[in-house]
């Protein structure tokens, strides 16, 4: 079975950086797309950014781009979120998910999922 734990969320303020981490157990990240969603009170999932079972950045937010940086370790173990240059309206529920197959940036079709990492950056 595969299994996803985030790790690295807080709390921070306007302009600071967080990396947030995403272990896997069960499988690695050579057979997965992984992608980090974020989610706020009452909205949907939206991805932020993802990453490829090559190793390759796929998808950035239009919000995060030049901000934020996707990333895995060499053991493909271990999946990255830096975040910097953090701005208020980063604030929220941060998911690490994968996916076997295929490539869309909806939530639904990513079939594991950890249990998230709240994010809150105050002004």
């Known amino acids: 079975q595969v299994q996803l734990v985030e790790s690295g969320g807080g709390l921070v303020q306007v302009g600071g950086s967080l990396r947030l981490s995403c272990e896997v157990s069960g499988r690695t990240f050579s057979s997965l797309t992984v992608g980090w969603f974020r989610q706020v009170a009452g909205k949907e999932r939206v991805l932020v950014a993802a990453?490829?079972?090559?190793?390759?950045?796929?998808y950035y937010d239009e919000s995060v781009k030049e901000r934020f940086t996707i990333s895995r370790n060499d053991a493909k173990t271990m999946a990255f979120l830096q975040m910097n240059n953090l701005k208020t309206e980063d604030t929220g529920l941060y998911y690490c998910?994968?996916?076997?197959?295929?490539?869309?940036?909806?939530?639904?079709?990513?079939?594991?999922w950890g249990q998230g990492t709240q994010v809150t950056v105050s002004s």
């Open positions: 990453l490829n079972l090559n190793g390759y950045t796929i």
């Open positions: 998910a994968a996916r076997e197959k295929g490539w869309n940036s909806r939530a639904a079709d990513f079939g594991i």
